[in-house]
């Protein structure tokens, strides 16, 4: 089951928004409504409220916008994209593999910053053409909102932060789009991918502390040129911060993992002949004789052989315990039209992208139906291990480290 809720498909691509999302939304929406308050208080509240409602609903518009932009020029550079997720620091891409060349990498990164700072610059040029302030930019917000109305407050904010957004994105801290726009920099440079991600990460993290310190200095009264100052600025710039420095080293190792996988086919970390159930098997036999006797929380459902679904520790909460005896396993499992199914000879690190994106503990490998085992995280992770372990002619050399 994939994390988060869909909104739909654009493009093709599948939108999701994650639980965190929720927590922004209210925060820009509360902010909003109280400032409007203070300079508009001819205004009522239901206005202000809906307002600052539609801010943020646009704000996140803006962001996809964004990964939209990232995403249809992967698909462009024949790079599956499996869906983008927006959460509370924005929205990521879910793309299947690494751009491969540096030109794909810069192209991709570009054009996340270069669609806000169009559509910024649009929406500030459509405020100032309707009668904005000269000083939508620059003024002071009180100042700037006393003078617009209903609709310019709206066009004039949020174009001032898609262009915020922008540049703020083009900072060269990986994996922001600027950190990724210096790696296919120093990938051009040196040829090597894993040295300019590298370089680029240890950037990332030293952008991030820079944040960090800003943001605390800036929560303790201090004034930062651009970043503004007091305890909720602060706090919420050296939370950035923190989230950029963990995004960069996770982005670094997640790399590093993926090259180790590469051109490992399942079949060489799977586990074969898993425990199975049969479909006509009762609720209560599935838990009392297989769920009971196993560490695994979700079982391959088969037939003569034949894989016809999966049935998990969830599907079981579903049923009330006195309906077990009389309820089969076939009535509650996933049915295999509705499974990701991997092949034996599916890189590994496919397998692993597939197990993050639909947030399952495991993948059941097939062919024509038939099922040959099951692939998991902790698989993965024991043959990664494995290879740190025995050094397989230093590819995995570090790989977990």
Known sequence: MRSGLALGKIFGIEIRIDGSW?????????????????????????????????????????????????????????IPVHSIRLHLFGGVSNLQREPDSPGSEFVMAILGPVTSLVIGGGLLLITRLVGGPRNAIIGSIAQTLGDLGPATTILAWLGSVNVALGFFNLIPGFPLDGGRVLRAALWALTGKLRLATRIASWVGRGVSWVLIIAGIASAFGLRIPMLGQG?????????????????????????????????????????????????????????????????????????????????????????????WEITSVSEIMTPLQRLVTLDPDTDASVAL???????????????????????????????????????????????LG
Request: proline share 3%.
């Open 231 to 323: 305890l909720v600025n602060g706090l919420w710039l050296a939370f950035i911060g923190w989230f950029l420095r963990n995004a960069a080293t996770q982005s670094y190792q997640q790399m590093i993992i993926r090259e180790a996988l590469e051109e490992v086919p399942v079949s060489s970390v799977m586990r074969r002949d898993p425990p199975t159930v049969a479909p006509n098997r009762s609720v209560a036999d599935l838990v009392h004789h297989t769920m009971m006797q196993s560490d695994d929380h979700g079982f391959p459902v088969v037939d003569a052989g034949h894989l016809v679904g999966i049935v998990t520790l969830d599907d079981v909460r579903r049923v009330t315990r006195d309906l």
């Open 22 to 78: 929720l927590v922004i939304f209210l925060l820009i929406a509360w902010n909003w409504a109280t400032v409007l308050g203070q300079v508009h208080v001819d205004w009522g509240g239901v206005l202000r409220w809906l307002i600052a409602a539609l801010v943020a609903l646009l704000f996140f518009a803006s962001v996809l916008a964004h990964e939209l932009a990232h995403s249809l020029v992967a698909r462009s550079r024949g």
């Open 353 to 399: 992208n597939a197990l993050a994106e639909h947030d399952v503990h495991q993948l059941p490998v097939v062919i024509d139906d038939y099922l040959e085992g099951v692939v998991r995280r902790r698989d993965i992770v024991r043959w990664l291990q494995l290879q740190s372990d025995i050094g397989d002619q230093g590819r995995s050399a570090n790989i």
